[in-house]
């Protein structure tokens, strides 16, 4: 990927060298942070090195009644106005630069106040632009917008404070062909999805040839979010009880159930810790007053956790289970986890998933069989 900002732009950090050399330095690093625990060959997934990211924000920037996008500078010093971004999916690119004209079109309804603008777009080619204001939207700003929404071929919209505009839906609806089937997500505007379509089937894939060497007894998945992992691999259990802490993302997941077809799967709306209480038989949730939890023989679990890794309480958890996925948005807090997990798990495979290109951002997963 070539961009006119680099060295500028605070979005994409490596760019003085060749997407496959960042590739193998970041192979490298994880590697290097496994070898205690792993002995194998890391699987390395790459990524298109241009139009990968499905999610993308930007500021708006005022200057002389002209509006700009803008991103934060790399010295993390202020901001600087951008005229391209090839790192978003065709979806984004061929409506952003048209939004902006049409926004310096207009009149001040849809300019006066406007502070950022964010992408969720698919692969299918929906879009949902988000406009996000610092003052109260109106009928007439709506009037407007709508007509954006025709002329774009997309969906829009607006945000103030304790307000939310939506003109026709708040969510796009992807496609994804994982292990010769095809899924469908419904992705809503304020909930997390994985901001790089092509990788993200990939470390599904990955996950499923996992679940595949199992085949047996029910599935435990924490930090389900909207069904990513939770939908394909369900098809490789009996019973499948995956949580969530977010509403909206838990909404989702009921919704890419009934979508797939899926059938074996209980959703609860727990955070990690509280998931691990209610195992353990610590504290009772009202929240799981439906869900008979001793009915479950899990045979494998799979963690998604945020950068801060897992809670001591979840390792716990999962050492007593046979067959453990561990997917990391940081590969220290996966070493570190490790150092627990290692002493009642070996891994058995191991891979790095590059989401972020052009960033030394970097995702990993490691499949472990009880010893």
Not at 143 to 158: N, P, Q, S, V
Not at 189 to 200: A, I
Not at 230 to 235: D, E, G, Q, Y
Not at 288 to 296: A, E, F, T, V
Request: glycine share 4%; charged share 25%; with cysteine.
């Amino acid at each position: 990927m070539n961009c006119k900002h680099f060295g500028s732009c605070g979005s994409c950090g490596l760019y003085e060298i060749g997407y496959q050399k960042q590739l193998k330095q970041k192979e490298t690093m994880v590697s290097e942070l496994l070898a205690p625990f792993y002995r194998g060959k890391l699987e390395v997934f790459d990524s298109p090195s241009d139009h990968y990211r499905a999610r993308a924000e930007f500021r708006i920037w005022h200057e002389d009644d002209v509006c700009h996008y803008a991103m934060g500078n790399i010295e993390k010093k202020g901001a600087i106005n951008i005229e391209e971004c090839p790192k978003v999916i065709e979806p984004i690119e061929k409506r952003m630069w048209k939004l902006l004209e049409k926004i310096n079109a207009s009149t001040e309804i849809l300019k006066y106040r406007l502070f950022a603008v964010e992408f969720l777009a698919t692969t299918t080619d929906e879009c949902l632009i988000t406009m996000l204001y610092h003052k109260k939207l109106d009928d007439t700003w709506s009037t407007e917008a709508k007509h954006l929404e025709e002329e774009l071929d997309c969906k829009i919209m607006g945000r103030s404070r304790k307000q939310k505009v939506i003109l026709s839906d708040e969510f796009v609806t992807e496609k994804l062909d994982i292990d010769s089937k095809t899924f469908t997500y419904v992705q809503y505007e304020s909930g997390f999805t994985q901001p790089n379509p092509t990788v993200n089937v990939k470390m599904i894939e990955w996950a499923v040839k996992q679940a595949k060497t199992v085949g047996h007894g029910d599935f435990l998945e924490s930090y389900c979010g909207l069904g990513n992992f939770t939908l394909p691999l369900s098809h490789y259990f009996d019973k499948v009880l995956a949580t969530e802490i977010s509403k909206r993302s838990i909404q989702a997941a009921l919704e890419n159930c009934a979508l797939n077809g899926v059938e074996n799967i209980t959703f609860a709306r727990l955070a990690s810790e509280e998931m691990t209480e209610a195992l353990n038989g610590v504290r009772e949730f009202s929240r799981l007053k439906d869900i008979d939890l001793k009915s479950y023989n899990f045979s494998t679990v799979l963690v998604d956790p945020p950068r801060a890794g897992l809670d001591a309480g979840t390792i716990e958890l999962i050492s007593n289970i046979e067959n453990i996925i561990y997917i990391s948005c940081n590969p220290e807090t996966l070493a570190r986890d490790l150092e627990t997990l290692a002493q009642t798990h070996t891994v058995i495979e191991a891979a790095m998933y590059d989401q972020f290109p052009h960033t030394t951002h970097v995702e990993s997963g490691v499949f472990l069989r009880k010893k």
